[in-house]
């Protein structure tokens, strides 16, 4: 398959919400995760998002150890910093996916999410990613809480709302980190 046919294959099975016909690529896993994480800067916010699940139903399919998935959570990262050059907003949403269908990567990761609770644009996905995460299993720390009572303050109803969910799913034990402010 040509690249551009590859694409239009790729972005088709995301249209159709087909995890199937994309796992079925699964023997080019880097070109495939590839295409996905480029997907998450589209301008179509609705692929955009397909791709964030994409990445996680695509991990899910590859066999244990499959070394692009550690790659791409790493890039991930990478597109979050500013040295970049290429900030990718749903980088955070994008590696819970990934992380919810690939545990075994979570101790590597997963403590990594918290710091972008308070670091511009990625407030609101990192809510969302601890969220994702809580819901899949992952037990975060109280230390991983401290940013909760900025977002739980701010004036974004969306971030407000994910820091709600996020205090009420981690529990009793968090509320001495985060002072719930209306």
């Known amino acids: ?4 046919e590859r694409e239009r294959f ?10 199937r016909g994309l796992a079925a690529m699964a023997e080019r896993p880097g070109l495939v995760i590839w295409r996905l994480i480029a997907m998450l800067q589209s301008p179509d916010r609705r692929l955009a998002l ?9 991990a899910a399919s590859l066999r244990p150890g499959e070394p692009n998935v ?4 790493k890039g991930l990262f990478w597109m979050m910093n500013d040295e970049s050059g290429n900030l990718c907003r749903l980088a955070p949403e994008a590696i819970a996916e990934i992380l919810a269908a690939r545990p075994e990567l979570r101790p590597s990761f997963a403590p990594l999410i918290p710091q972008y609770l308070l670091e511009e644009p990625f407030e ?17 720390k109280p230390s991983d809480a401290r940013g909760l009572a900025v977002s ?11 820091a709600q969910r996020l205090a009420g799913k981690l529990g009793p034990e968090y509320h001495h980190k985060v002072t719930v402010v209306r």
Do not use: S
């Open 124 to 140: 609101a996905g990192a809510l969302w990613a601890m969220l994702r995460l809580a819901r899949a299993g992952h037990e975060w």
């Open 70 to 73: 550690t790659e791409a959570v």
């Open 10 to 19: 790729i972005e088709e099975r995301l249209w159709r919400k087909d995890w």
């Open 152 to 162: 739980l303050r701010c004036d974004d109803p969306r971030r407000r709302r994910l």
């Open 1 to 4: 398959m040509e690249r551009k």
């Open 50 to 58: 397909r791709a964030v699940v994409a990445l996680g139903r695509f």
